[in-house]
């Protein structure tokens, strides 16, 4: 094989603007629920933190503005945008739908739903482990899978602009129950009813699935009324 051909197979090296990184650090900061509703986004202070000047941080706040993920206050600046119950509630029917419907289409398909036991099995890991963050990676994985699953391009583009608010609200959720077992042990079912082709069941359970939210208070999921 010449040195080219072999050359071939090692991948590239992007450039990536420096504002795009900063916001793609703060991002997931944010979705993960480290930078939780409401705190302010103090320029200065990140530029210090990640070690690089102010421009980058401003033009990244900028990003994550038209994201919806921050906001900015009269007399105040900017902050992380606060949820209300009322979308928390909003988001989580809405994600229900999508899900009812991509169960829907993968038993009536027959696509192969084998992919989403990766991530179960990566929950059940996490949680023997005691690690909220590996836990919440595969929860993550787990739902973008299933609506990836079903084949829809139009549905996965509308949850792409969804997607970023429904992952905050469930890294909060989950930060917040520290039943790691539990939250686990929710998803095998769903996996077997939509390997045995049982669409009651499967719809059932993922609508079972998306209702049963532990109940926590408004303080210790960062929202506001």
Not at 1 to 29: C, F, G, H, K, W
Not at 152 to 173: D, K, P
């Amino acid at each position: 094989m010449s040195m080219t051909a072999r050359n071939q197979d090692i991948a590239r090296i992007e450039s990536v603007p420096l504002r795009v990184s900063v916001a793609d650090i703060l991002r997931q900061a944010i979705v993960a629920g480290t930078m939780r509703p409401g705190m302010p986004v103090v320029e200065m202070a990140l530029a210090e933190q990640l070690n690089v000047s102010r421009a980058p941080v401003r033009e990244a706040i900028q990003i994550l503005e038209a994201d919806g993920l921050i906001e900015s206050v009269p007399y105040k600046g900017k902050r992380v945008k606060p949820l209300t119950l009322k979308e928390v509630e909003e988001l989580y029917s809405l994600r229900e739908q999508f899900e009812v419907f991509a169960v829907r289409r993968i038993v009536e398909l027959g696509i192969d739903a084998s992919a989403l036991r990766t991530h179960s099995d990566a929950m059940h890991e996490a949680a023997r482990q005691g690690d909220v963050v590996a836990l919440m990676l595969a929860d993550e994985a787990f739902h973008r899978t299933l609506i990836t699953l079903a084949d829809h391009g139009l549905m996965l583009s509308i949850w792409e602009t969804l997607y970023l608010r429904i992952r905050q609200v469930m890294a909060l959720r989950n930060s917040a129950n520290r039943d790691l077992t539990r939250i686990a042990a929710n998803h095998p079912p769903i996996i077997d009813a939509l390997e045995k082709r049982d669409l009651a069941l499967a719809v059932a359970l993922i609508s079972e699935h998306s209702r049963s939210v532990t109940p926590i208070t408004r303080e210790e999921l960062g929202i506001e009324d």
